[in-house]
C-alpha cells in the first residue's frame, strides 16, 4: 500500500510541473484551464482508494464546461464473512487507467464559487480477487489450516460520476465525488459495480 501512495504523490508532482512549465510556454494560452487533482476514497466495503488525474477544457473555459482527461486509481477492499460455521475473507485489488469526462455545470474558471459535476467514461482495469479461508479446505489451494482461491483479469469498464465542487480564483480546486465503477468481466466472486466516494485537492492553471 505505502508504494502505491508513494507513486500517487509522486505521478502527481511530476504531471504538475510538467504542466506548469507547458503552461508557461504557451504563447496563445491554448494550455490554460488544464488541472491536476489527486485524492482519496473508499467503497461500500470501506476499502482504501487512491487516484490522480489531469484534465483539460477542449471547448473552452465558457460557462458549464465540458472537462476531459487521463485518470489513475487504485482501491483495496477487504470483506470478511462467516457461512456454515466457516469464516471467510476476499480481497480485491482494482488499478484503473482510463478517461473521464465531465461537465462542471455553474463553474466559472478562476473564479470563487460552488459548481456540480455530471461525468462518465471507459477504462481499462486490472482485477486481482482473492478468497481465503483458515476453515474451509475445499476452496481449492491448500493454505494454513483451510484453502484459498484467486482470480487475476485484464478487462475494460466504465465509470459514472457525480459530484459538488468549489473552485477559487488562486486555482485551487477540491471536490466530493460519487464515482460508481463498473467492471464488464469481473474474476471470481468479485462485484461487477462498485459506488465509491473521493475527496479531491488540485490546481487549475
Not at 489513475?72 to 469526462?101: D, H, P, Q
Not at 471470481?188 to 492553471?205: D, L, W
Request: charged share 15%; no cysteine; proline share 4%.
Amino acid at each position: 500500500m505505502k508504494r502505491y501512495v508513494v507513486l500517487i504523490i509522486l505521478l502527481f508532482f511530476i504531471i504538475s510541473a510538467q504542466v506548469k512549465i507547458f503552461a508557461a510556454e504557451s504563447k496563445d494560452g491554448w494550455l490554460s484551464g488544464i488541472g491536476i487533482h489527486a485524492g482519496i476514497g473508499t467503497d461500500i466495503g470501506l476499502g482504501l482508494g487512491l487516484g490522480v488525474k489531469a484534465s483539460f477544457f477542449p471547448l473552452g473555459v465558457d460557462n458549464n464546461p465540458l472537462e476531459v482527461g487521463p485518470e489513475f486509481f487504485y482501491s483495496r477492499t477487504v470483506e470478511k464473512s462467516t457461512e456454515g460455521g466457516n469464516n471467510y475473507t476476499e480481497t480485491t485489488r482494482l488499478i484503473i487507467f482510463g478517461v473521464l469526462a465531465n461537465y462542471l455545470f455553474r463553474y466559472s474558471y478562476r473564479e470563487n464559487g460552488t459548481y456540480f459535476i455530471v461525468g462518465a467514461g471507459f477504462a481499462v482495469m486490472s482485477v486481482d480477487w482473492e478468497e481465503t479461508s483458515p476453515d474451509d479446505s475445499s476452496l481449492g489451494t491448500p493454505w494454513g489450516t483451510g484453502s484459498m482461491q484467486s482470480e487475476e483479469t485484464t478487462t475494460g469498464g466504465s465509470v459514472l460520476n457525480v459530484g459538488v465542487g468549489r473552485s477559487f480564483r488562486n486555482g485551487l480546486d477540491i471536490r466530493l465525488e460519487f464515482p460508481v465503477i463498473i467492471i464488464f468481466s469481473p474474476p471470481g466472486e468479485a462485484t461487477g459495480i462498485s459506488p465509491t466516494v473521493t475527496v479531491m485537492a488540485g490546481y487549475r492553471f
